[in-house]
């Protein structure tokens, strides 16, 4: 740029504000500033809003807000709508909430007594919906009580089915912890001193620790169920669950009756090891003795939990079973009774799942 | 230099601490770079009364903005004010019909002139004349003149308040320098011709 140019254009810096005005101005600015800090309360505020709202555009924190108001609306809307009864326009909702807290309930214990309870509430539902005469004057009435009472059969089945499975969990960690138990005790037995035929030197079976292989049919892990019984049961959804109740009470008596049977034969070989003692030598036999003994404990012990499981199922399934024939024969007022006493075992049975777990 | 070094790290050490919303460094702040935004504004507006109503709205949005956070820490408050001036400037023609440049220095204050009234007088007519120059070009070319060689900006202080690239900003700054030089002489020859008849 020529010299000219450039040095008028430094020139014109020369012009400047008015002082009076710069003064004015200045305490202008100070006083709004000063002010400024009374506002910054409502500034925080926005700021904060228009901050969220930036990170909230962001793909990860919309997603995790949209699984989070999902799930939230899933509970808050159970609540809300466990009041929908079975002939409402929310009851489907009240349904598909209740699914999406159990798929919520990752714990397969409280999973099954959840299920158990939703199933009794459904049941309750439709007892209470048909003890309402005004549902009977309704139109269509007859259709309704058709679909209620499968309904109500369903949930019947429903509830007895997530009963069985808390019991055959149960059944299973008794009979896991035992085996294991078993093992440990063996330490009296030298195994390394079997024959080829597997039996002791002299000619008595090894004694492991494991009372379940003699004569029992049960393998070395304890007690074993008839799964097979069980769930060809389970399949069988009929309206008549008389036959599939009678079928699983059978079930848990007859694994009442093998326990039993395993005690005695537990009982006789005690016998045998006593009149064995004063031939052998005195270190094996009281180390035999004592492992006998003890297992004869834990045996009774085991046989005294069963049975008490085995009532339980038995007084909850016969509950669930009296408020389906009183169902059917109409005594709607007796079978909601019957399905509050349901609830309350079920209300025990989640207490010992919870104490069960704290202990863990 | 080392005076302006000094200035230099002054006006970094303020800067910053108006950033941290140091009320006291703002005004500071704001007595360094007033007039260097009333001028710039003035240029553009042609008023007196209009910039500086548009320079006071420019420091208290800048302190709005700074307590809101809206301000990058790492930018240069200078080149915000620019910013803010700008749109100022904008907004203030669209709802102004009259935009018409500065014509007359007659109420425009002049900085230090020791001289006598004949003299203020004609270098008022320099100014006068080298404003003219200046709004007979694009308002680009303008913008980047004042900055750069009144205001005396640096590039990077440039390149934020106008939002370009140092690049880009040589290559206007070097039209503009030529399309004042065409005024300047046209303007020199207009003379030259009413002064020969």
Do not use: C
């Amino acid at each position: 740029m020529k010299k000219h140019l450039l040095s008028q254009l430094h020139n014109l810096k020369d012009i400047e504000p008015d002082k009076q005005w710069k003064a004015e101005s200045q305490e202008f600015l100070r006083t709004h500033i000063s002010e400024g800090v009374k506002s910054g309360v409502f500034s925080k505020v926005m700021v904060w809003i228009k901050d969220f709202a930036k990170v909230s555009s962001q793909p990860a924190f919309a997603l995790s807000a949209f699984v989070l108001i999902l799930i939230t609306g899933a509970f808050f809307s159970n609540s809300v709508l466990s009041e929908a009864q079975p002939n409402d326009s929310l009851y489907i909702a009240r349904i598909i909430s209740e699914k999406a807290q159990l798929n919520m309930t990752f714990n397969k214990e409280n999973r099954d007594k959840l299920s158990a309870q939703f199933a009794t509430n459904h049941a309750k539902d439709i007892t209470n919906l048909m003890n309402n005469p005004e549902f009977h004057e309704e139109e269509g009435s007859e259709d309704k009580l058709a679909n209620l009472s499968e309904d109500f059969n369903n949930e019947i089945n429903s509830a007895k089915e997530s009963i069985n499975n808390i019991n055959e969990r149960e059944k299973e960690t008794y009979n896991y912890n035992n085996s294991e138990d078993n093992i440990n005790d063996s330490s009296g037995t030298n195994n390394s001193e079997l024959n080829s035929d597997g039996l002791n030197e002299d000619g008595s079976e090894a004694d492991d620790g494991v009372i379940f292989s003699a004569d029992t049919k049960k393998d070395d892990q304890g007690l074993e169920i008839n799964v097979k019984d069980n769930e060809g049961v389970d399949d069988n959804v009929d309206t008549d669950s008389n036959e599939t109740d009678s079928n699983e009470t059978d079930t848990a008596t007859s694994t009442n009756e093998d326990v039993v049977e395993d005690d005695k034969d537990l009982r006789e070989d005690s016998k045998d090891i006593n009149a064995d003692k004063n031939e052998d030598s005195s270190g094996d036999t009281n180390i035999e003795e004592e492992n006998a003994s003890s297992t004869l404990n834990e045996l009774q012990s085991i046989t005294n939990e069963v049975n008490k499981e085995g009532g339980d199922v038995d007084e909850t399934t016969k509950a669930l079973d009296d408020a389906q024939k009183l169902f059917n024969e109409e005594k709607y007022q007796e079978a909601l009774e019957k399905l509050n006493e349901v609830e309350n075992m079920l209300e025990s049975v989640s207490s010992e799942i919870n104490e069960e777990n704290s202990v863990e | 230099m080392s005076s302006n070094l000094l200035r230099k790290f002054k006006e970094n050490n303020l800067s910053s601490r108006s950033l941290k919303k140091d009320k006291q460094a703002f005004i500071e702040i704001y007595k360094l770079y007033v007039d260097d935004i009333y001028r710039f504004i003035y240029f553009k507006v042609g008023h007196k009364e209009e910039a500086q109503d548009i320079s006071s709205n420019v420091f208290l949005k800048a302190w709005d903005y700074i307590i809101l956070n809206k301000v990058d820490k790492s930018k240069n408050l200078k080149a915000l004010f620019y910013k803010i001036a700008r749109n100022s400037i904008v907004d203030y023609y669209r709802s102004k019909k009259d935009t018409s440049p500065l014509k007359s220095l007659e109420n425009t204050d002049l900085k230090d002139i020791k001289q006598d009234p004949q003299a203020v007088v004609e270098i008022k007519h320099d100014y006068e004349r080298i404003l003219k120059l200046l709004n007979n070009l694009k308002e680009e070319y303008k913008e980047v003149i004042i900055l750069k060689h009144i205001n005396e900006l640096n590039w990077d202080e440039i390149s934020q308040a106008l939002g370009k690239s140092k690049g880009s900003l040589r290559v206007l700054l070097h039209r503009a320098t030529k399309a004042l030089e065409e005024e300047d002489k046209k303007d020199l020859d207009a003379k030259k011709i009413k002064e020969d008849k």
